[in-house]
């Protein structure tokens, strides 16, 4: 790949990555709850659920999502459905002891929680289809050229959800008064619910 189309689309990666969608959200959540080292298994997770939707467009699922409205709405409807119950069950969730909580937490929840997010998100699955196919030279050998591409991404995504959990740990102190930990639970909690709303009504 030339140089020039490498910087680019790094370049592009870089800004759309940073947005602050679901996945970014979540782990400025949970680093926020149980510190940044646990909310690296949260950022483990969204990376393995991008890299399957990555897999998924290789294979030309993302064409067919666009083609065929009622998949993309079906995954849509499944990761709004999750966000929403992620949320709800966020803002009840009673003041915790974050010390504790951080050490009791199960790595593995943490993964899993932000697979689902990720890999329910059809707007990725759409992105990687339209986005890579730009940047492949369907005269040289596409595995090797896909696969940097991927890193690429991976990369930028996992340095933008540190970005975004350093953001949250920095408030770990504050949340241990549990009255705090009231208006954090509420507030991250909504903005689940509302990033929920926002998929359900995403358009092709």
Known sequence: MPLE?????T??????????????????????RYGF???LYTML???AGNLVLMLLSALGLGLLVEQAEWIFHTIKWIGAAYL?????????????????????????????????????????????????????????????????LTVIFLAMDFVWMSIYALGGRGIMRWLKSPEHQRWFNWISG???ILAGAALAFTKL
């Open 5 to 9: 189309q490498l910087w680019l689309f």
């Open 11 to 32: 370049t592009i990666t870089l800004v759309l990555s940073a947005s602050p969608g679901p996945v970014m959200l979540a782990c400025m959540i949970d680093a926020g």
């Open 37 to 39: 080292t646990k909310s």
């Open 45 to 47: 997770g969204a990376s």
């Open 84 to 148: 929403v119950y992620l949320g709800i069950q966020l803002a009840l969730a009673p003041p915790l002891n974050v010390d504790v909580e951080a050490r009791q937490i199960r790595s593995s929840h943490l993964f899993g929680k932000a697979f689902i997010v990720a890999v329910t998100n059809p707007k990725g699955l759409i992105y990687f289809g339209a986005l890579f196919p730009q940047f492949i030279d369907i005269h040289r050998s596409m595995p090797p050229q896909f696969a940097l």
């Open 190 to 192: 909504g903005a689940l």
